[in-house]
């Protein structure tokens, strides 16, 4: 018994170490992104491809700030 519990723990150890490098991941992804979309505003672009670009920057923020701090 004290050998199960014992994988156990160590299963969902490894599992939440795995889920916090994903995390971190995928936070910095989105930070490059933010970068990406910033540098595209910058250019000259349609009114419909700025509010893409207005929404896409709102939705890549939302995820930082529920997912990443």
Known sequence: MQRICTAIVL????????????????????????QTVQQQMRR??????????????RDLRARIAHDCR
């Open 11 to 34: 299963i969902v150890a490894v599992y939440a170490c795995q889920s916090a490098s994903r995390a971190a991941n995928d936070c910095a992804r989105w930070e490059q992104q933010i």
């Open 44 to 57: 000259s672009h349609t009114a419909a491809q700025g509010n893409r670009l207005r929404a896409r920057l």
